[in-house]
């Protein structure tokens, strides 16, 4: 059976469920599988069936402690009904790459694609475990891991969710669809900081022994829907197989022939998927990490330096605004050997002076990696220069990833066919959008959206029809020292 243990050395070694309850390792690790286990199928055997049994197979041979029939049940409620699309992912060409479209699901946002899934997961988990505690999801947000958990998490059973999104740095629709979300079992807060605060708030949340023992006598327990759980991060790889075969099924490529994944990146699951997708033997050659100005990740890959000592930019691709990637450690685990000493030593450093330096012998390790980063202008050009020539609407995060694919082109003359992680519907952000093909400056998102759906005739999310009318259920404005008391307030009696 597969195990999962924490990247800074805590010994204890889980099952998958186990690791999926907990969230974050007593060490304030974060759970990792010993071995990547190899892709279950050959892709050649695959290619005409639909995403939910790719989703079926490689969820299973990550989780395997769930029994075949858990899984496939996780597996159809999770994707039954939920997406707009029929195919769930359709992989479009457009320009000089393929997008995996990721965003058809009820939020408009690639999490979708895991916290469709995460709840089954964890509530699957709570019965095999026979955990009788009441479940509390914890969750920070750079806008759109909020809203897709709180989709997810609405009203399920034996579950209470907390969202903590930063004041100002969500778009107006990601605050929307926030603050009017339906659950009697649904807390939001906005708090007066950007993401970084919410997680390290979050965090600090779950490090505190004492607050644990107190909700522990009420019969709560603490988990998390950010991609630190192992749960949020496997469903993703998914999507990677799945978007390779279609590229076969296309005629793109012959099976086993190479390709290069691009990854609009922020706290640096997404692009981990992909890394774990290729570790399973899919032929992937180059990852591709983009980012927006808060270029901390591109630093890195290209120094072996991480510093977070930096400006924090608010961008027009906010859900990408983000200094500390929390799942880089994970990857970093992974090309140490499995180091956790190292991992810990590096974590440490990060903490006290929010900057390490891995050892030469991991540099090496990140060829493997190109990065780089686009700012707004070069953002809003690429958006306006797709439409252009192509008649295809990207989204701000999206346009990052392109931008920075054609950079790499440029510099790499690598002509291998890629595929585009494309993370959310242009119509989340669509004042950036609307101003990037040329449609008159508005502020109020909403007149955008009519607009942009009017100028080009992509269908509108059918959760954003009747968004701006919602009533708004969530109000409430904190400090980030009174995240705890607001915990706290929601979940103890
Ligand atoms: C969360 C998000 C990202 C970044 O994904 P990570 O897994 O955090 O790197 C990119 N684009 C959109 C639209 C997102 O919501």
Redesign the pocket.
């Known amino acids: 059976m597969m195990k999962y243990r924490s990247t800074r050395g805590d010994r204890q070694e889980l099952a998958s469920a186990d690791a999926i309850i907990r969230g974050l390792a007593p060490d304030r690790g974060l759970y990792v599988p010993e071995e990547i286990p190899a892709l279950p199928f050959a892709v050649k055997d695959m290619v005409d069936e639909p995403y939910t049994a790719f989703a079926k197979n490689i969820i299973g041979a990550f989780f395997d402690d769930y029994t075949e029939e858990e899984i496939s049940a996780c597996v159809k409620n999770a994707y039954t009904g939920t997406f707009e699309a029929e195919e769930i992912v359709p992989v479009r060409k457009a320009g000089d790459a393929w997008f995996l479209e990721l965003?058809h699901g009820r939020t408009a946002?690639?999490?979708d694609m895991a916290l469709s899934i995460l709840p089954y997961l964890l509530t699957t988990a709570v019965k095999k475990e026979q955990d009788s505690h009441e479940i509390c999801i914890l969750t920070a947000t750079?806008?759109?891991?909020g809203k897709a958990a709180m989709a997810g998490f609405a009203d399920v059973p034996g579950t209470q969710i907390i969202v903590f999104y930063p004041n100002n740095g969500v778009s107006q629709v990601q605050e929307q669809q926030m603050r009017t979300q339906e659950g009697r079992n649904v807390h939001v807060f906005s708090i007066e900081g950007n993401f970084d605060d919410a997680q390290t708030g979050v965090k600090t949340i779950f490090n505190d022994s004492d607050f644990a023992a107190k909700l522990d006598a009420q019969g709560i327990r603490l988990s998390s829907a950010n991609?630190i759980n192992i749960g949020r991060l496997v469903p993703q790889i998914a999507y990677y197989v799945y978007g390779y075969a279609q590229l076969v099924k296309q005629g793109a490529i012959r099976d086993g022939e190479p390709v290069n994944v691009t990854?609009?990146?922020?706290?640096?699951?997404?692009?981990?998927a992909a890394y774990y997708a290729k570790q399973m033997g899919l032929p992937i050659q180059r990852l591709i990490c983009a980012s927006n100005q808060n270029q901390v990740l591109t630093d890195f890959l290209n120094t072996g330096i991480y510093d977070a000592n930096r400006k924090f930019y608010q961008t027009n691709?906010p859900?990408?605004d983000?200094l500390v990637?929390s799942?880089l450690e994970r990857l970093l685990y992974h090309l140490s050997g499995n180091d956790s000493k190292e991992i810990a030593s590096l974590m440490q450093a990060l903490d006290t002076d929010r900057k390490y330096e891995i050892p030469d012998a991991m540099k090496e390790k990140l060829s493997l990696f190109y990065a780089g980063s686009a700012d707004m202008k070069e953002t809003d050009a690429s958006i306006g220069e797709m439409y252009k020539d192509n008649h295809y609407l990207m989204?701000t995060?999206?346009a990052v990833a392109y931008h920075v694919y054609e950079q790499y082109r440029r510099e790499t003359g690598d002509q291998t066919p890629a595929l585009i992680a494309s993370?959310?519907s242009p119509y989340?952000f669509a004042a950036s959008v609307a101003e990037s093909i040329g449609l008159p400056k508005e502020k109020n998102s909403f007149r955008c959206i009519d607009a942009v759906a009017e100028e080009t005739g992509v269908p509108i999310p059918s959760s954003f029809k009747d968004l701006e009318s919602r009533p708004i259920l969530h109000d409430h404005v904190i400090k980030v020292s009174e995240m705890k008391d607001a915990v706290a307030g929601a979940l103890l009696k």
Do not use: C, E, Q, R
């Not at 750079?142 to 891991?145: A, F, K, L, N, V």
């Not at 990854?263 to 981990?272: A, Y």
């Open positions: 965003y946002a690639f999490k750079s806008g759109d891991t991609s990854v609009p990146t922020g706290n640096f699951g997404n692009i981990l691709s859900s990408m983000i990637s799942n989204d995060h999206t993370t959310a989340k």
